[in-house]
């Protein structure tokens, strides 16, 4: 699943860059493009929209979901089961996005609430300048899940956006037993 959500991912910064690319061409200057930003809140907008849509196609719930009104639901979207009777069963996935701030203490608070989550799988985003520092954070990530002592076993997507480069970097990796695998 960890492979997927990189694909969408991936999509989503490919289909907003195309955007910048096709705005700058009609402005007659395709060097524009690479100074146009993709704001904070169109990223959340894209990054949820595409994960409620691929979600429901799953049968899963999400939170926030723009088509039934539900704001967000303890993390910045989940997607969750329920039973037949429309009981929670639990969690499938938690992502927090921290994409205004470029304060490792502010992302820091965001990360380690999402390693909280009993979900199988988790997605952190990300945004910082260049390509350093967005491994350099990945790296600080890492080692704070190792340190986590975590009940359950998770995969873990990290997608770092690079102002600098105008890219997601992504990264996963495994936790369990409070181990990192």
Same mark, same amino acid.
């Given at each position: 699943m960890i492979d997927q959500f990189k694909e969408w991912m991936l999509d989503i910064q490919n289909i907003a860059l195309d955007a910048k690319r096709d705005a700058a061409l009609a402005e007659g200057d395709?060097?524009?493009?690479?100074?146009?930003?993709?704001?904070?809140?169109?990223k959340n907008s894209a990054i949820k929209a595409r994960?409620?849509?691929?979600?429901?196609?799953?049968?899963?719930?999400?939170?926030?979901?723009? #088509?039934?009104?539900?704001?967000?639901?303890?993390?910045?979207?989940?997607?969750r089961k329920f039973d037949d009777e429309g009981h929670l069963q639990e969690v499938v996935l938690a992502m927090e996005i921290e994409m205004s701030d470029t304060k490792m203490s502010w992302i820091m608070k965001d990360f380690t609430k999402l390693l909280q989550s009993d979900a199988p799988y988790k997605i952190f985003i990300f945004q910082? #300048?260049?390509?350093?520092?967005?491994?350099?954070a990945m790296e600080h990530f890492k080692q704070t899940a190792h340190r986590y #002592?975590?009940?359950?076993?998770?995969?873990?997507l990290l997608c770092g956006w690079?102002?600098?480069?105008?890219?997601?970097?992504?990264?996963?990796?495994?936790?369990?037993?409070?181990?990192?695998?």
């Open positions: 395709e060097s524009l493009w690479k100074r146009q930003i993709w704001r904070s809140p169109d994960f409620r849509d691929e979600g429901e196609k799953l049968g899963y719930r999400s939170r926030p979901s723009y #088509k039934t009104g539900a704001g967000e639901w303890l993390y910045d979207f989940v997607w910082l #300048k260049t390509e350093t520092d967005v491994s350099e #002592k975590s009940k359950l076993p998770a995969e873990v690079s102002t600098s480069l105008n890219r997601f970097l992504l990264t996963d990796f495994k936790l369990g037993s409070g181990a990192l695998t």
